[in-house]
């Protein structure tokens, strides 16, 4: 037999043994195919994150405290500044797991600085670029003394909002103390849009502790003590330290 006939006899049974899948079935495989092929993915994605290297650095950060342990909030604090990864002056945040959800309440922390308004008192320099026509700030200070000499431009700040006033402290004989208390941060402590968790910045790290910890406990007073079950602290970047609440 040639080889070209026993090639040709190979062919015809391997036709043979093909049994054709009805379309049902066809489709409950490509079905099962996409199936399978998502677990796996998902598996792969698991396995891959469980077997996360981290850097030396956190590593030796995770060994200075005990990740079992509640810590005061002096405490907490000052393992999160030593914890802190970033060259930069990060950021401490507050994670609360509380028992509401939504908005919680305002609050005006003592010891965080509005980064956002450029508050100015009053003086001759100020007076000069208001009468240019310039308006560089955001609130303005003035004392009943030289409150008299912004009536002409009543005009340019009053439409803005701008002209001070006793009502919100921007008209004062204290120009320096209502500059520190207008200078907190005021904002409204919300939690995420289907849990009752509330992620807050409190400070940076360059505070003081003693700053932190005010900034802290007013936190705990608008959230209110019994409604948190659960206090962390951490640096922008860094581990977080659980922390004990108290009234």
């Known amino acids: 037999m040639s080889k070209t006939t026993q090639e040709n006899k190979a062919k015809k049974a391997k036709k043979e043994l093909v049994v054709e899948v009805p379309a049902e079935n066809a489709e409950q495989k490509a079905v099962d195919t996409e199936v399978t092929t998502s677990v796996e993915e998902t598996t792969e994605s698991v396995t891959k994150k469980a ?12 060994k200075k405290y005990d990740i079992n342990k509640l810590y005061s909030l002096s405490e907490a ?10 060259k930069f002056d990060g950021k401490i945040e507050a994670h609360i797991l509380g028992l509401d959800t939504g908005n919680i309440g305002e609050i005006i922390f003592p010891h965080l600085e509005l980064a956002t308004k450029k508050i100015v008192i009053l003086n001759d320099a100020i007076l000069a670029e208001i009468k240019d026509g310039k308006v560089n700030f955001d609130i303005l200070i003035a004392t009943t003394v030289t409150m008299t000499k912004l009536l002409p431009f009543a005009k340019l700040l009053g439409p803005r909002g701008l002209m001070p006033n006793p009502k919100n402290g921007t008209l ?7 500059l520190k208390k207008l200078s907190v941060a005021k904002t409204m402590i919300k939690t995420e849009k289907k849990a009752p968790v509330i992620h807050q910045v409190v400070g940076k790290v360059s505070q003081s502790t003693k700053e932190i910890v005010a900034n802290v ?22 581990p977080g330290i659980k922390c004990v609440v108290e009234k």
Do not use: Q
């Open 51 to 62: 077997s996360r290297v981290r850097g030396k650095r956190y590593v030796a950060a995770r």
């Open 77 to 86: 604090v000052e393992l999160v500044k030593s914890t802190s990864l970033s």
């Open 172 to 178: 004062t004989d204290k120009p320096e103390e209502a």
């Open 217 to 238: 406990n007013e936190l705990i007073k608008v959230v209110k003590f019994v409604k948190i079950k659960k206090l962390v602290l951490c640096a922008t970047m860094g």
